[in-house]
């Protein structure tokens, strides 16, 4: 299994240019999720999703889009790139069993430069 | 205030020491706890996972939580150089559709 997968590992973006992060899993998890890392911040929760067709803001989701088609996939938008998006975006998934997700697994990270 | 708090650190222990990572938290609806590890620039990968109250251990690595103070911590005996990284604590309620996670403490181990 190669896990949970993100491209591209680095991006260097203009303000007001749009991109879209990709993630993809082959566990078949049923659970995804998108965190931005910013020093000093911890990892914070944009959106996740909990299966194709259903997703749900987190705690930061303003100026992010995602959408779930298929189980292995879960891309993040961003739709006009402001300097305060510049961090370390990474992608989780997990199994969601009975309701409840369990842990975590996490991707390599996207690191993203908005000048 | 975060609904989960942790020391940034940075905390340096020379080798073979024995590690106390702390996490405090705010919510009580929190029932699951885990300490991920993160390596410089890589994504966390998960350490232990515990519920509610109580102690796990996994080699040199025991968690203990205490609900009634909301308190959890991460402990590491005989620590290694490999140990170097950053730590993170997490906590999830029942339906675990909402991790909140702490900034992470840095830990170096000196040889």
């Known amino acids: 299994n190669a896990g949970v997968t993100q491209t591209p590992k680095f991006q260097v973006l203009k303000t007001g240019q749009s991109m879209t992060l990709q993630c993809a899993q082959d566990m078949n998890h049923e659970y995804m999720s998108w965190y931005r890392q910013d020093p000093g911040m911890g990892l914070r929760l944009i959106h996740y999703?909990?299966?194709?067709?259903?997703?749900d803001q987190g705690e930061v989701p303003n100026g992010y889009n995602v959408s779930r088609s298929t189980t292995e996939d879960f891309p993040l938008r961003l739709l006009s790139a402001a300097p305060s998006q510049t961090s370390v975006y990474f992608c989780?998934?997990?199994?969601?069993?009975?309701?409840?997700?369990?842990?975590?697994?996490f991707g390599p990270g996207t690191r993203l430069t908005v000048l | 205030q975060k609904e989960v708090e942790q020391d940034p650190g940075p905390l340096s222990v020379p080798e073979g020491a024995i590690v106390s990572l702390n996490c405090t938290y705010s919510n009580s609806a929190f029932q699951y706890f885990m300490w991920y590890r993160q390596y410089s620039r890589k994504g966390p990968e998960l350490l232990m996972y515990?519920?509610?109250?109580g102690n796990k251990e996994d080699g040199r690595f025991t968690a203990q939580v205490d609900k009634s103070s909301k308190y959890i911590s991460l402990f590491i005996r005989d620590s290694q150089p490999s140990d170097s990284a950053t730590y993170l604590c997490?906590?999830?309620?029942?339906?675990?559709?909402?991790?909140?996670f702490g900034p992470g403490t840095r830990l170096s181990v000196l040889p």
């Open positions: 999703s909990v299966g194709a067709g259903i997703t």
């Open positions: 989780a998934s997990s199994y969601h069993l009975g309701g409840r997700t369990d842990t975590q697994y």
């Open positions: 997490a906590a999830t309620d029942n339906y675990g559709q909402n991790f909140v």
């Open positions: 515990t519920y509610s109250s």
